[in-house]
C-alpha cells in the first residue's frame, strides 16, 4: 500500500490550501484516514481523521478552519486548509488505517506571515 500526499506550498497568513492523499495498492478496506502534522522541533500531532462513514474529528487548534473529507471511490483523502495562520506551518503527513496504518511521504506547508 502506498500514499502519495500533494498540495502543499508556500501562502500567505489567510490564504487557502488542498491537501490530497491518494492510497493504492493491494487495498480491500480503509477505515480512518487523516492527516497529522509535525512543525519544526515539535512532536507530530492528529490534524483531522475521518472514518470511512464520514464521521471527522479536529484538532482544536484548526477547528472551524479545516475540513477534511474523503472519497472512498478514489480511496483519497483531503484537507482543505483555510484563514491559514503562521503557526500552521509543518510537514503534514497522511495516514490510511487497514490492517495497519500506512503514512504519506509528507507534504510542506509554509505560512507567510
Known amino acids: 500500500v502506498q500514499l502519495q500526499a500533494s498540495g502543499g506550498g508556500l501562502v500567505q497568513a489567510g490564504g487557502s490550501l488542498r491537501l490530497s492523499c491518494a492510497a493504492s495498492?493491494?487495498?480491500?478496506?480503509?477505515?480512518?484516514m487523516g492527516w497529522y502534522r509535525q512543525a519544526p522541533g515539535k512532536q507530530r500531532e492528529l490534524v483531522a481523521g475521518i472514518t470511512s462513514g464520514g464521521s471527522t474529528n479536529y484538532a482544536d487548534s484548526v477547528k472551524g478552519r479545516f475540513i477534511i473529507s474523503r472519497d472512498n471511490a478514489k480511496n483519497t483523502v483531503y484537507l482543505q486548509m483555510n484563514s491559514l495562520k503562521p503557526e500552521d506551518t509543518a510537514v503534514y503527513y497522511c495516514y490510511a488505517k487497514i490492517l495497519a496504518v500506512y503514512w504519506g511521504q509528507g507534504t510542506l506547508v509554509t505560512v507567510s506571515s
Open positions: 495498492g493491494n487495498i480491500f478496506r480503509i477505515n480512518g
